[in-house]
């Protein structure tokens, strides 16, 4: 959905079997890692980069944030509950970060249009994204 929209995807995953061209045949790249505290080596993430983070359980979303706030990103959301996202901020506070960096963040991610399907939750984080751009001009994915 994210090519629609003028927004390049790179799909980043420790599962060969999710991260395919398969399942994500418009993504300008795919990478399968095997440690998420590297996500983002080798790849260009500067002021026009937007991070959306959404791992499999949430069990790395918190290493995901830590390097994402490390990168000079627009955009950067996060899914999950207001909960989660607490105990992975009160986490990252803990190991330095600030918080006016949790600040920038979107999380929950997306636009509050009661989505529930994977679909609508898509359309939600696009819409978000969208949005973003619209409010910040100059910044194009």
Same mark, same amino acid.
């Given at each position: 959905m994210a090519h629609l929209t003028d927004?390049?995807?790179v799909v980043i995953d420790d599962r060969e079997a999710f991260a395919n061209k398969d399942r994500?045949? *418009?993504a300008?790249?795919?990478r399968v890692l095997d440690d998420f505290s590297r996500a983002f080596e080798g790849l260009t993430v500067d002021k026009n980069a937007y991070i959306v983070i959404l791992t499999? !359980? *949430?069990l790395h979303?918190?290493?995901v944030l830590e390097q994402a706030l490390k990168t000079q990103a627009a955009y950067i959301g996060m899914? !999950?509950?207001k909960t989660k996202k607490q105990q992975i901020y009160d986490n990252l506070i803990e190991n330095g970060v600030s918080e006016d960096q949790l600040a920038q963040?979107?999380?929950p991610i997306g636009l509050k249009i009661k989505a529930e399907t994977p679909a609508e939750i898509a359309v939600s984080i696009i819409g978000e994204m969208i949005k973003f751009r619209a409010e910040h001009k100059g910044l194009p994915a």
């Open positions: 927004f390049p995807c994500f045949p *418009h300008a790249d795919i499999r !359980g *949430h979303d918190q290493t899914i !999950g509950s963040v979107y999380s």
